[in-house]
């Protein structure tokens, strides 16, 4: 087996269920704290690595600004997540496992989570991300459809998808 690689770095996250939804997030793991967020959402928690396990949990906090878009987390105003993931030698995801939400309010509350490491994005997945994040307000609010593939998000989207089916 490979040696076991720090999960300590800035990842791409993905949370989602079997036939959606999914929610993406960049997620940064250092010095056993894990914070991070997306457009709607801020977390913060903490984390232990034990080999090529990881395992912790984190807070969830709607954006201030955020448009409420979607409900992935349910109803509770501060939902918590208790995760554990596993290191995974395949393309799709560097870590992949399960997130259950501890006050789940609406929704059901298990999850699948995957990390992929924000460097290994193709640079066109990536420059399209970034483009949109100096779109208006307006313009954004029409790319917040399933139906978008040129996102960072739709990408990610994907490969869980993959994923979870295997």
């Given at each position: 087996?490979?040696?076991?690689?720090?999960?300590?770095?800035?990842?791409?996250?993905?949370?989602?269920?079997?036939?959606?939804?999914?929610?993406?997030?960049?997620?940064?793991?250092?010095?056993?704290?894990?914070?991070?967020?997306?457009?709607?959402?801020?977390?913060?928690?903490?984390?232990?690595?034990?080999?090529?396990?990881?395992?912790?949990?984190?807070?969830?906090?709607?954006?201030?600004?955020?448009?409420?878009?979607?409900?992935?987390?349910?109803?509770?105003?501060?939902?918590?997540?208790?995760?554990?993931?596993?290191?995974?030698?395949r393309p799709d995801f560097q870590y992949f496992g399960a997130g259950i939400l501890t006050n789940a309010v609406s929704v059901?509350?298990?999850?699948?989570?995957?990390?992929?490491?924000?460097?290994?994005?193709?640079?066109?997945?990536?420059?399209?991300?970034?483009?949109?994040?100096?779109?208006?307000?307006?313009?954004?609010?029409?790319?917040?459809?399933?139906?978008?593939?040129?996102?960072?998000?739709?990408?990610?989207?994907?490969?869980?998808?993959?994923?979870?089916?295997?």
């Amino acid at each position: 087996m490979p040696p076991v690689r720090p999960i300590e770095a800035l990842w791409a996250g993905m949370f989602g269920r079997k036939g959606g939804p999914y929610v993406g997030m960049v997620l940064l793991f250092t010095h056993g704290y894990v914070v991070g967020g997306s457009d709607q959402y801020i977390i913060s928690g903490e984390y232990k690595q034990e080999g090529h396990l990881v395992f912790g949990s984190f807070r969830i906090s709607e954006h201030p600004f955020s448009q409420r878009y979607e409900q992935f987390f349910g109803e509770d105003e501060h939902p918590v997540v208790d995760f554990e993931l596993k290191r995974h030698f395949r393309p799709d995801f560097q870590y992949f496992g399960a997130g259950i939400l501890t006050n789940a309010v609406s929704v059901p509350a298990a999850f699948t989570i995957g990390l992929k490491p924000m460097e290994s994005f193709p640079d066109s997945v990536l420059d399209s991300y970034c483009d949109r994040r100096t779109e208006s307000e307006d313009d954004r609010r029409s790319h917040r459809t399933k139906d978008s593939d040129t996102s960072l998000f739709a990408y990610m989207r994907d490969m869980i998808s993959k994923a979870t089916r295997n």
